[in-house]
């Protein structure tokens, strides 16, 4: 197994997982169940199918796809496009990882997608990169270029908005007071 291989391995089960805990896939555990349905030895040929089925558009899919896998929704982008991605025999060891310490035993979705951005973007060779338009671009940098253009001023004007908001409630808070203060 290829350095490449392993590392889209991991990123395409790291995926899945955050995927079953925001709901992405469909319903919550989809993938977590799909695990534990099968024994270790198991494993390896349904992430085959799993994958290939992740990666066809569900109109296009075989009409007699079983329950299991029309439930998977379909991810575009190119993340199961590779069906060359070496995967391994799984051993009970290996299937008890995946599924107690990092399926139950984690809560993806407290993880910001921006971070698999750009991890999705390390698994890619530049000349796919390139062709796709695929260059993840950090939240600091995004802010370098939108700021400026508008979110300054839009700050600025809520500022200034906000100011006027407290200098009413103080004038206002001053005539109920001298209202107050004449009807004594």
Same mark, same amino acid.
């Given at each position: ?5 392993? &590392? ?8 899945? =997982? ?10 919550? +555990?989809?993938?977590? @169940?799909?695990? $534990?349905?099968? $024994?270790? !030895? ?12 992740? &990666? ?14 029309? !439930?998977?929704? %379909? ?6 496009? +590779? ?5 391994? !025999?799984?051993? +009970? #060891?290996? !299937?008890? =990882?995946? /599924? ?20 999705? #973007? ?8 390139? $062709?796709?338009?695929? @260059? %993840?671009?950090? /939240? #600091?940098?995004? @802010? ?7 979110? &300054?001023?839009? &700050?600025?004007?809520? #500022? ?10 103080? /004038? =206002?808070?001053? @005539? ?9």
């Amino acid at each position: 197994m290829t350095d490449t291989s392993l &590392n889209m391995l991991i990123v395409r089960l790291v995926f899945l =997982l955050y995927a079953d805990d925001t709901g992405i896939l469909g319903s919550n +555990d989809i993938f977590q @169940h799909f695990l $534990e349905r099968r $024994e270790a !030895q198991d494993i390896r040929q349904g992430l085959i199918e799993l994958f290939r089925v992740l &990666n066809t558009p569900e109109d296009d899919r075989d009409e007699f796809l079983s329950e299991e896998f029309k !439930q998977f929704k %379909y991810v575009n982008g190119g993340m199961f496009s +590779d069906e060359s991605v070496v995967i391994p !025999q799984f051993t +009970d #060891e290996l !299937q008890r =990882l995946i /599924v107690e310490d990092a399926g139950r035993g984690f809560n993806w979705s407290s993880i910001s997608p921006t971070i698999f951005g750009a991890v999705f #973007e390390s698994t890619l060779n530049p000349e796919t990169r390139r $062709e796709g338009g695929m @260059h %993840y671009t950090s /939240v #600091e940098n995004i @802010h370098k270029v939108i700021d400026p253009l508008f979110l &300054n001023d839009l &700050n600025k004007e809520f #500022e200034k908005i906000r100011d006027i908001s407290v200098v009413s409630v103080r /004038v =206002l808070k001053k @005539h109920v007071n001298s209202k107050r203060n004449c009807q004594n």
